[in-house]
């Protein structure tokens, strides 16, 4: 098994910066690909943002673009979410995800994932 924590979330004015952080226990996989995803209140579960294992592969939902940026540190186990220029709308339950049976391709679909963390609330108001 897989235990994945989040912290890191919180109330942040709009403009402003917050960093998420993934922490992975347990079960170790030599491919995977860890993935944000958040969930609003009364709206699906959706895609934020994914990495590679090996860092070299990235990719974001057209919302978050530019000015999220995903990234780890595999020393830590620790999977990181940059997020830059909040805004109102950025304002979800943030959760990590890992993808275990992953080649070459980030997974955007909550299905795909096989481990999930917690969640991590962020509100962004003034």
């Known amino acids: 098994q897989v235990q994945l924590v989040e912290s890191g979330g919180g109330l942040v004015q709009p403009g402003g910066s917050l960093r998420l952080s993934c922490a992975a226990s347990?079960?170790?996989?030599?491919?995977?690909?860890m993935g944000w995803f958040r969930q609003a209140a009364e709206k699906e579960r959706e895609f934020v943002a994914g990495?590679?294992?090996?860092?070299?592969?990235?990719y974001y939902a057209d919302s978050v673009k530019g000015r999220f940026t995903i990234s780890g540190d595999n020393a830590k186990n620790t999977w990181y979410l940059q997020m830059n220029s909040l805004k109102p709308e950025d304002t979800a339950a943030y959760y990590c995800?890992?993808?275990?049976?992953?080649?070459?391709?980030?997974?955007?679909?909550?299905?795909?994932?096989?481990?999930w963390g917690q969640g991590t609330q962020v509100t962004v108001s003034s």
């Open positions: 990495v590679s294992w090996s860092g070299t592969n990235t």
């Open positions: 347990g079960r170790t996989f030599s491919r995977y690909a």
């Open positions: 995800a890992l993808d275990a049976k992953y080649t070459w391709r980030i997974r955007t679909t909550t299905r795909e994932y096989d481990y």
